[in-house]
Each structure stands twice: as C-alpha cells, then as structure tokens.
Nanobody, 127 residues
Framework: QVQLVESGGGLVQAGGSLRLSCAAS????????MGWFRQAPGKEREFVAAISRSGGNTDYADSVKGRFTISRDNAKNTVYLQMNSLKPEDTAVYYC????????????????????WGQGTQVTVSS
C-alpha cells in the first residue's frame, strides 16, 4: 500500500503559479504510475495529468496543456504538479493518485484505474 499527502495549494491571482507536491509513504513509490485529478464544487472529478513510473511518459488534459507540468522524483517519493498561467476555472480541490503497474511506461487518464488517493489540497484562483 501507499499513502499520499498533497501540499502546496492556496489562493493565487489569475496568471499566477503554484506547485503542488504529493509525498508518498513506503519504499515502492517507483512501482506506481501517478496522476493528478481535480474536482470543482458541483462538478465531477476530472483528470489533470499523469506520469509513468519512469517519468518518461506524461499525459495532460487539454485544458491544462502548455500550462501545467507533472514530474516526479522517485528518490524523494514525490510527484509534483507545476501550475502556471492559472485561471479562475482551475479552482478546485486537487488530488494525487497512485496506480500500481509493472509497466514502467504506463500512464492512465482514467480515475477508476487508480487505487490510492490523497486527501486533496485546495487551489483557488481569483480573477
């Protein structure tokens, strides 16, 4: 099992930046593909970004392409989401998630494929 703890959320003006971190417990972090998802009030959870075990493959929602970057540091058991040029519509609770896989290049945008989730961190972008 792995436990995930997100941090780095907060209030930022439109056009600003934030970097979210997700720290994972355990010694097998490198065996998990990782993803970021978000949920705004009254809306369904949506995919934001995903990264493979090796970090060599990534995928992004169209709404964040060119603005957000997902990365990971397996030595630190941490995955990051760098968010630039933030917009009010990016306001949501952001969750990181882990999916155990034997494929080092695997990424998945489907939330139901992820078995472990963090508690979430609030990101609020003011206009």
């Amino acid at each position: 099992q792995v436990q995930l703890v997100e941090s780095g959320g907060g209030l930022v003006q439109a056009g600003g930046s934030l970097r979210l971190s997700c720290a994972a417990s355990g010694r097998t972090f490198s065996r998990y593909a990782m993803g970021w998802f978000r949920q705004a009030p009254g809306k369904e959870r949506e995919f934001v970004a995903a990264i493979s075990r090796s970090g060599g493959n990534t995928d992004y929602a169209d709404s964040v392409k060119g603005r957000f970057t997902i990365s990971r540091d397996n030595a630190k058991n941490t995955v990051y989401l760098q968010m630039n040029s933030l917009k009010p519509e990016d306001t949501a609770v952001y969750y990181c998630a882990a999916d155990y896989t034997v494929d080092i290049d695997y990424v998945d945008i489907r939330g139901q494929k992820y078995h472990y989730w963090g508690q979430g961190t609030q990101v609020t972008v003011s206009s």
